[in-house]
């Protein structure tokens, strides 16, 4: 596979969280206005190797501060629409939590209003189509993301398609948050669950029993055949991310990476960044990352960029639309 053909390919990414991934030539220009010191926000970058998953996560403490005001958010997330389609991405899925956002005094609804302004310019301005996934936290309490599901509910975008749970993952985490699942599933909104990134493959089981359809990451059921299987036979799909995981230490390295065993194994998978800054990458350079250690080819990534078509949150007309564009593109590749 060729790099310049994988990056003029589209792609469809359904893992990419907002705040993780906002150009870092934003982000200075946020910190020069907020006084950060000099160098400050290059703490944004994960190291290559942490030392595990919260250790990524505090790459969050500079990011977060500059995304309090609706002015920032609005030009966060149209900037990370520009880079995302420039990537030649056709179709994403945005995830981030709004109370995250809440620090400066905005309300959840001004948050989400904020956030749409920028993905509405930004779908208005490039060739991609954006929808977004709200994610609670898991340190947050059930009371707090209870209340966070019922905003939701009442701001009613037809943006916002589903639902999420992230955050540093604990042993058992998901026998935790049932009620707030619940709400959110009879609020309508679809659902994908953080689980399995940090070797608990019992954490994706018990999120397909709460009703995921996704999980995100997922690789830490490389080592448990049965879950495998599992997510085979109920169609669930992974979300996978190359770097990332690598960098959380949830896979050793790239060449320990399991996206070929999940291929030959007919598990559901997709390819994504997670966190374009903070893991310093764009989804182009995680499928030639895969192309290199995970022998990956042409006709495979057209399917995983299929599948995770078939498994979005969008519309029927938007899966048409995106579906017949990558049978298009991918065609020439396939002899």
Request: aromatic share 6%; proline share 5%; hydrophobic share 40%.
């Given at each position: 596979?060729?790099?310049?053909?994988?990056?003029?390919?589209?792609?469809?990414?359904?893992?990419?969280?907002?705040?993780?991934?906002?150009?870092?030539?934003?982000?200075?220009?946020?910190?020069?206005?907020?006084?950060?010191?000099?160098?400050?926000?290059?703490?944004?970058?994960?190291?290559?190797?942490?030392?595990?998953?919260?250790?990524?996560?505090?790459?969050?403490?500079?990011?977060?501060?500059?995304?309090?005001?609706?002015?920032?958010?609005?030009?966060?997330?149209?900037?990370?629409?520009?880079?995302?389609?420039?990537?030649?991405?056709?179709?994403?899925?945005?995830?981030?939590?709004?109370?995250?956002?809440?620090?400066?005094?905005?309300?959840?609804?001004?948050?989400?209003?904020?956030?749409?302004?920028?993905?509405?310019?930004?779908?208005?301005?490039?060739p991609i189509k954006v929808n977004l996934l709200i994610s609670a936290m898991r340190h947050h309490t059930e009371a707090a993301n209870l209340a966070?599901?019922?905003?939701?509910?009442?701001?009613?975008?037809?943006?916002?398609?589903?639902?999420?749970?992230?955050?540093?993952?604990?042993?058992?985490?998901?026998?935790?948050?049932g009620t707030v699942v619940t709400a959110a599933k009879n609020a309508n909104l679809q659902l994908t669950l953080h689980s399995g990134e940090c070797?608990?493959?019992?954490?994706?089981?018990?999120?397909?029993?709460?009703?995921?359809?996704?999980?995100?990451?997922?690789?830490?059921?490389?080592?448990?055949?049965s879950v495998r299987d599992l997510c085979r036979e109920q169609n669930v799909l992974l979300e996978v991310a190359p770097t990332s995981n690598v960098?959380?230490?949830?896979?050793?390295?790239?060449?320990?990476?399991?996206?070929?065993?999940?291929?030959?194994?007919?598990?559901?998978?997709?390819?994504?960044?997670?966190?374009?800054?903070?893991?310093?990458?764009?989804?182009?350079?995680?499928?030639?990352?895969?192309?290199?250690?995970?022998?990956?080819?042409?006709?495979?990534?057209?399917?995983?960029?299929?599948?995770?078509?078939?498994?979005?949150?969008?519309?029927?007309?938007?899966?048409?639309?995106?579906?017949?564009?990558?049978?298009?593109?991918?065609?020439?590749?396939?002899?």
């Amino acid at each position: 596979m060729e790099k310049t053909i994988i990056n003029q390919l589209p792609k469809v990414e359904l893992h990419c969280h907002l705040d993780g991934s906002v150009p870092l030539t934003t982000l200075r220009k946020f910190a020069k206005e907020a006084d950060y010191a000099p160098g400050e926000i290059e703490k944004a970058l994960a190291p290559e190797k942490c030392l595990n998953l919260q250790d990524y996560l505090d790459s969050f403490d500079v990011i977060l501060p500059l995304l309090q005001t609706a002015e920032n958010l609005e030009k966060a997330t149209y900037d990370t629409i520009a880079a995302i389609a420039a990537d030649n991405v056709s179709y994403v899925e945005l995830r981030f939590a709004p109370p995250l956002h809440t620090r400066g005094g905005l309300t959840i609804p001004q948050v989400l209003a904020a956030v749409i302004r920028g993905l509405e310019s930004g779908m208005a301005d490039f060739p991609i189509k954006v929808n977004l996934l709200i994610s609670a936290m898991r340190h947050h309490t059930e009371a707090a993301n209870l209340a966070l599901v019922e905003q939701i509910q009442t701001y009613n975008n037809p943006f916002v398609v589903g639902f999420d749970f992230a955050g540093d993952e604990k042993p058992d985490a998901n026998k935790e948050i049932g009620t707030v699942v619940t709400a959110a599933k009879n609020a309508n909104l679809q659902l994908t669950l953080h689980s399995g990134e940090c070797n608990c493959p019992h954490n994706v089981v018990d999120a397909i029993h709460l009703g995921a359809t996704r999980i995100g990451h997922g690789v830490a059921i490389r080592n448990d055949k049965s879950v495998r299987d599992l997510c085979r036979e109920q169609n669930v799909l992974l979300e996978v991310a190359p770097t990332s995981n690598v960098q959380t230490d949830a896979v050793a390295t790239l060449a320990d990476y399991p996206l070929r065993l999940f291929i030959d194994e007919n598990v559901p998978c997709c390819v994504n960044t997670d966190n374009r800054t903070v893991s310093n990458t764009t989804l182009s350079e995680e499928y030639l990352l895969m192309a290199e250690y995970c022998n990956l080819t042409y006709a495979e990534m057209k399917k995983l960029n299929m599948d995770a078509m078939a498994h979005s949150f969008a519309t029927t007309a938007i899966k048409q639309t995106i579906t017949e564009q990558l049978e298009k593109a991918y065609a020439p590749y396939l002899d």
